[in-house]
């Protein structure tokens, strides 16, 4: 990535004070954060919706380039990776939402636009029964799915539970910050968030110097939602941050879980909220999550190596195998209507496909292609 562009990219955050959407809209509008301080005179004839006073402000850079010229030296220094929206480091699925940062500093090695991320949110005073679900779901979900990245906010609870039982697992864990990379809130978690730049890494669209202010929790938790392809709520009161990430991720289009908690626990009542009012799917075990997700496990892979090495489909299995290849998912009926074959017949050629790992029943009757 151009430096120089890094370097008015990082400028441009602060000559719109922050406001990711004002940013955002002019770095779209106009390709890049250079291109809008070489249009600083002339912006409101290229970007209409462009506000007088928000004009007058993008005419004066010098206290902004000031303050870049020191962030590049910081990054430089601490060996931050700075991220611009056309970098294609940049997490593709947060690139796709209508108020994503124009730049993020992350320090870090892991794969930000890995295949499956999944951030896992919920209260900051997690009990044992929070904590022993989290344990249990990212255990499994290892075995199931050793290829996943594992997101959270380095809070107290439910957050730092996440992180540090991704890294017990083995796998990659990224903690989103409210603040600078200068510093790390809560300290308590400092030892954890070394570990995590070895084996995942930190992110955040705040400069140095940031401190985490409470309105900063709740724009970082739209970053939560944003890089990934779905939110999994473990313990949540009726109101809090792990509610907002659900919600934000329900705009986005992503997916949306929740464990269910005992009827009255107070940790569990936005929790059962949210599956009361259909607004996030129940599930009670990383099995769950999987079949929901629609994600291939390893045993699903081995069985798709197996019949890739032996093929031995009759021409009928085959014709079953090369539709649903087309459109997966399909129920039975539709099945005989598109390969015209009865349903006695075709029933019996599902169930030799299942013997053999090519296909599986879910609800409704539906077959889904293993492939």
């Avoid at 590049?72 to 796709?96: C, G, N, W």
């Avoid at 295949?115 to 949110?121: K, P, S």
């Avoid at 929070?130 to 255990?139: C, P, T, V, W």
Wanted: charged residues 20%.
């Amino acid at each position: 990535m151009n430096e120089q562009e890094i370097f008015y990219t990082i400028a441009l955050t602060r000559m719109t004070g922050f406001n990711s959407q004002q940013a955002l809209q002019l770095y779209q509008e106009l390709g890049s954060g250079q291109a809008v301080y070489e249009h600083r005179g002339d912006i409101a004839s290229i970007v209409p919706d462009c506000t007088p006073r928000l004009a007058e402000a993008l005419k004066d850079w010098d206290d902004a380039l000031k303050r870049a010229a020191v962030e590049m030296e910081f990054v430089t220094k601490h060996d931050i990776q700075v991220l611009t929206l056309s970098d294609e480091r940049y997490p593709a699925r947060l690139r796709e939402c209508p108020d994503a940062p124009v730049v993020l500093y992350y320090k870090g090695n892991a794969d930000l636009n890995q295949a499956r991320v999944v951030d896992i949110v919920g209260t900051r005073r997690c009990t044992s029964y929070g904590q022993d679900l989290i344990h249990k779901f990212i255990s499994r979900l290892q075995e199931l799915c050793p290829d996943v990245l594992i997101v959270s906010g380095l809070a107290y609870g439910v957050d730092i539970c996440a992180h540090r039982n991704a890294l017990e697992h083995g796998y990659d864990t990224v903690g989103v910050l409210a603040h600078g990379l200068d510093q790390i809130y809560p300290s308590h978690h400092r030892e954890t968030a070394a570990a995590m730049v070895a084996h995942g890494g930190l992110l955040t669209e705040y400069m140095s110097q940031t401190e985490p202010f409470a309105n900063n929790f709740r724009q970082r938790n739209r970053i939560v939602a944003g890089i990934s392809d779905a939110t999994i709520l473990v313990e949540s009161a009726v109101k809090g941050g792990g509610l907002i990430t659900c919600r934000v991720a329900q705009e986005y289009g992503r997916e949306v879980f929740a464990f269910p908690g005992a009827v009255g626990m107070a940790y569990s009542e936005g929790c059962n909220l949210m599956i009361r009012n259909n607004t996030a799917a129940l599930i009670t075990s990383a099995d769950d999550f999987v079949e929901s997700m629609g994600w291939q496990t390893v045993r699903e892979r081995q069985q798709t190596v197996e019949r890739q090495l032996f093929p031995d489909l009759t021409p009928e299995q085959q014709t079953v195998v090369s539709l649903l290849q087309q459109t997966n998912d399909l129920q039975l009926n539709v099945l005989s209507v598109k390969t015209n074959i009865s349903i006695g017949q075709l029933t019996a050629l599902l169930f030799q496909l299942e013997m053999k790992g090519v296909v599986k029943p879910l609800a409704g009757g539906t077959y889904h292609l293993l492939s």
